[in-house]
């Protein structure tokens, strides 16, 4: 039986018992203090701890999960796997453990013929919670299951909590027999590895309320639940390989077909070497996951999800390269996982175009990056077994340029160096990366404390009466208070001009520079005549706007009233770019793809900065589309709006969140025509896109890995740029005598003939260099027994310096040992290049080692291989010094000095 078909008979049997058929919830956990979703009953946690209310009392679903504690032993063992599907019944304050037992023994042993699974009775064993005499007693009376084949486990096992106080309650499990081929008999009591007695369904009786929780087996009951629930498990991959009669998950239809594909790619047949078959179980089971998380809008990065995703995709890809496949294998192996997958999630076909773009893309970054680390650890390793030892330790510094340098993560030098035999100093590894954290938490906090110790802002802010009030979204200047003053970093009472000072507000219209959008700028006045220029306003701790700037005249004294004033035109360009940012964003999902996701951004005075994830290159039609579409909408002057609400009705309504980000429960949303655009956000904004006057985008680049940006201009920098572009127009035509419709052409015909006119140049300049040729081999002299050129080019390329060395060296033979020489300047810059010849190298005269001595010379380096090898340097005035110091080289080996 088909998985994609258990899954089908599942749904259709609880919707037949009256449960609600709930589709899966996303991969992306709705739990902030976890990255994935990791069980199936988690989407329903908030019913069962009555935190909501349950739109229904019965429900069903077929859960997405991802786990990855175990991933280091993913493919060397046959139970352990990232993604997998949980088949989940829920029942709120309904049935309770009665309808629970009826439920799961029907639908496992009912009738094939009736939309069951048929399993065989006699092969299911359970076991209970050893003081839920309740349960032990329904399984004998519902089922008719002997004394012997129900055995009782302690709370370790058969018991389940959210760990916290709350609902609580015993489990029974529910095991199926594999017979003797797979170890003794017994039961689950025995068989504690699992091999024989695997566990396929698992029902919690959530009865109780706990508090004093210490640990998973120590907590205390307070009593029963006034509404018991039923959260129910069944392993879909468990019960899928026991009715396909295959040996573990690896080898159901859903998996094996990525094995397959490697054992094409590969030449290898699975099963005949246990290496190989770890490495293709490897790749069948993180192909699949990484198929299911990038379905679910996560991309490569390198923190949380992202760093867990690129994990997966990158032992993927070494798994292949361990197997004998240097090519790319990813193109072969997702989409057969997208077919094995698609009866299930129709979706993975209808999104592959944009989730395999992701992949492909990691695939050839990881390549690189494993070419380069590869080669470094390899000679790490090599030095280190020279070096001899019986435990031999990679240093943490040499791990950690890896990943600062090469982009080799940690998890990947540790598994190749192991398979090497050599472990890695894992702790100074960490060290240098907290270490590294730490410079870069400084150097932020540096700009939002201005090199203050965090500690006076956050005496400052316990000080305070209430929370600093933000006016801005509504008003430009406001009547305010000094509730904190600092100078030098340190608090103080009062301060007189002139002075550089940071004050704090009991309320303030200045927007604080946070979510890309630059701070306001403007004066505090106070009553008492002090003047304060405001340029720069940070948010040091949360809740407290530190306004900094210069007191260039008065005193400023806590407790002064005055009057706060921002710079309105500064605001309305920031207002303007940072609306612009958020059209640029919406047209970027409607003509490329939903999964470009904004990454970053920097909303400036009329200018934008928009960082944005995509696996490859925004093409120049379709930039120009994008910004034909936002400027299309801009003129349709579109209202723009903003609204408090609770996070889950805003995502309800479809607003986008930026990915990483950590929202409250209320969040603002800030919409753009309707529903148009609509995203979470804190920034100011216009009220009509007109108001924008004109987007230009001026072009996009590579800025990581997978991560693309975008740069615009906004309002008056786009009618500046306009005007700048237009004036340039008219000089070209000028020059030119052409018109400006024909400008793009006639260019091009100049660039042409420019080409041609250096192609000529290039190759009047060769023929003359090479001209000298037969002259200098003729003429070479001789140092000891080798025949030695040396030639000042003058101005010349490295390209002609290179063909008349090898001219000469081809004019001179084999019958004595040759070493030419000719350096040139090109472009400012010296330039030397060495070759010699075959009985010149076996006398011990190698190009590498003349050309790094010419090139100390001239203020530079080099290198190459010892027939052929090129230097370079800064300072061209040496070069004649430089070609007489590889005659004089060429001396030193002579004599033997």
């Known amino acids: 039986m088909r998985t994609a078909e258990i899954r089908k008979r599942w749904l259709d049997y609880f919707e037949a018992q009256g449960h609600a058929v709930v589709p899966s919830a996303s991969l992306i956990s709705p739990d902030p203090s976890t990255l994935f979703t990791i069980a199936g009953m988690v989407p329903f946690i908030p019913y069962m701890t009555a935190q909501q209310t349950p739109p229904w009392t019965r429900a069903t679903s077929v859960q997405k999960c ?15 796997g990232t993604f997998f599907q949980m088949n989940g019944n829920f029942s709120f304050g309904d049935y309770f453990k009665a309808d629970a037992i009826r439920f799961a023994w029907d639908f496992l042993t009912g009738s094939l013929d009736d939309g069951k699974l048929g399993i065989d009775p006699d092969k299911l064993w359970v076991t209970v919670y050893y003081e839920d005499d309740e349960a032990r007693q329904l399984w004998k009376d519902i089922v008719g299951l002997p004394d012997e084949r129900i055995q009782g486990l302690g709370k370790k096992d058969n018991y389940w909590s959210t760990g916290q106080p709350g609902p609580a309650g015993p489990c029974s499990e529910i095991f199926y027999d594999r017979g003797p081929a797979f170890g003794p008999d017994g039961g689950p009591l025995i068989d504690e590895g699992g091999d024989r007695f695997v566990e396929i369904w698992n029902l919690v009786f959530m009865q109780y309320a706990i508090d004093d929780v210490k640990s998973k087996e120590d907590f205390r009951i307070v009593g029963e639940l006034a509404k018991k629930n039923i959260d129910t498990g069944m392993g879909l991959e468990r019960v899928a390989f026991l009715l396909q009669g295959k040996d573990n998950m690896y080898e159901i239809d859903e998996v094996f077909p990525v094995i397959e594909a490697a054992e094409q790619l590969s030449g290898k047949k699975y099963g005949e070497n246990h290496d190989d078959d770890v490495r293709m179980r490897v790749v069948a089971d993180h192909v699949r996951s990484a198929l299911m998380i990038i379905g679910d809008g996560v991309r490569p990065s390198n923190e949380g999800r992202g760093y867990v995703l690129r994990r997966l995709l990158r032992r993927s890809v070494r798994a292949m390269r361990l197997l004998g496949v240097d090519g790319v294998a990813l193109p072969s192996l997702l989409p057969v996982s997208k077919d094995a997958m698609a009866p299930s999630y129709p979706e993975l076909g209808t999104n592959f175009e944009q989730i395999s773009a992701v992949a492909y893309a990691e695939e ?21 077994k020279k070096q001899g030892g ?92 000094v509730v904190g003053l600092l100078s030098g970093g340190v608090p103080v009472p009062a301060v007189t001009a002139p002075a550089e000072i940071e004050v704090v507000l009991d309320r303030t219209p200045f927007y604080a520079e946070a979510g890309g959008q630059l701070a306001d700028h403007g004066t505090i006045v106070l009553d008492s005549g002090a003047t304060i220029e405001v340029d720069d306003v940070q948010r040091p701790i949360k809740g407290l706007n530190v306004h900094r700037g210069r ?11 005055g009057t706060a004033q921002i710079d309105t035109a500064r605001r309305k360009a920031i207002s303007r770019a940072h609306s612009a940012t958020h059209m640029i964003h919406k047209a970027l999902h409607e003509l490329v793809g939903p999964d470009r996701t904004q990454a970053g951004s920097e909303n400036a005075p009329s200018r934008i900065r928009f960082d944005f994830r995509s696996p490859s290159a925004v093409s120049a ?28 009705q805003a995502r309800e309504a479809g607003a986008m969140a930026l990915f990483g980000e950590k929202y409250g429960d209320v969040v603002r949303v800030v919409s753009i025509g309707g529903d148009w655009s609509r995203e979470l956000c804190a920034g100011t904004h216009v009220k009509q896109t007109g108001q924008l006057g004109r987007v230009t985008l001026l072009g996009e680049s590579s800025i990581g890995s997978g991560v693309r940006r975008v740069d615009a201009l906004v309002g008056d920098g786009a009618y ?14 000028g020059l030119l005598n052409t018109r400006p419709e024909d400008l793009h052409e006639r260019v091009g015909s100049l660039v042409t003939r420019l080409k041609e006119a250096e192609k000529e140049l290039a ?21 000891g027994d080798v025949r030695v050129v040396t030639h ?3 101005e010349a390329q490295a390209d002609d310096l290179r063909a008349l060395v090898l001219d000469v060296r081809g004019r001179l033979g084999e019958a004595e040992p040759v070493v030419a020489a000719a350096g040139g300047v090109s472009g400012g810059r010296p330039v030397v290049v060495v070759v010699t010849n075959a009985a010149a190298r076996a006398a011990g005269y190698k190009a590498g080692d003349l050309v790094r001595t010419a090139a100390q010379t001239l203020g530079g380096g080099g290198g190459g291989k010892p027939d052929m090898a090129q230097g370079g340097g800064t300072d061209p005035a040496k070069l004649g010094e430089a070609l007489a110091g590889i005659a004089e080289g060429v001396r030193l080996v002579a004599v033997g000095a």
Do not use: C, W
């Open 551 to 561: 007191l260039v005249e008065g005193t400023a004294a806590l407790g002064d009233p």
């Open 763 to 783: 190759t009047l300049r060769q023929g003359q260099l090479l001209a000298v040729a037969g002259k200098l081999a003729a003429e070479a002299p001789r140092v």
């Open 66 to 80: 991802v786990r990855t504690l175990d991933i280091d032993d993913v493919g060397k063992t046959t139970r352990h």
């Open 792 to 794: 000042d080019a003058g």
């Open 390 to 481: 019986e435990h031999l330790v990679l240093p943490g510094e040499a791990a950690f340029q890896l990943h600062d340098t090469y982009g080799f993560p940690i998890d990947l030098t540790l598994e190749m160096a192991a398979e090497q035999g050599v472990q890695v100093d894992e702790k100074a590894f960490r060290s240098l990366m907290q270490e590294q954290r730490t410079r870069a938490r400084a150097d932020a906090l540096a700009k939002r404390t201005g090199g203050a110790d965090v500690a006076a802002y956050e005496a400052l802010e316990k000080e305070l009466t209430a929370p600093v009030e933000f006016l801005g979204y509504t008003q430009t200047d406001a009547t305010v208070r």
């Open 621 to 648: 039609s379709a930039l120009t589309e994008i910004e034909e579409r936002v400027n299309v909408r801009l003129a349709d002057n579109l209202e723009v709006t903003d609204q408090l609400m609770p996070i889950a």
């Open 720 to 733: 500046g740029f306009q005007a700048k572009e237009h004036a340039l127009v008219g000089q070209l035509t």
């Open 364 to 384: 050839e970054a990881f390549r690189r990056t494993l070419a380069s680390g590869t080669t470094i650890l390899d000679s790490a390793v090599a030095g280190l």
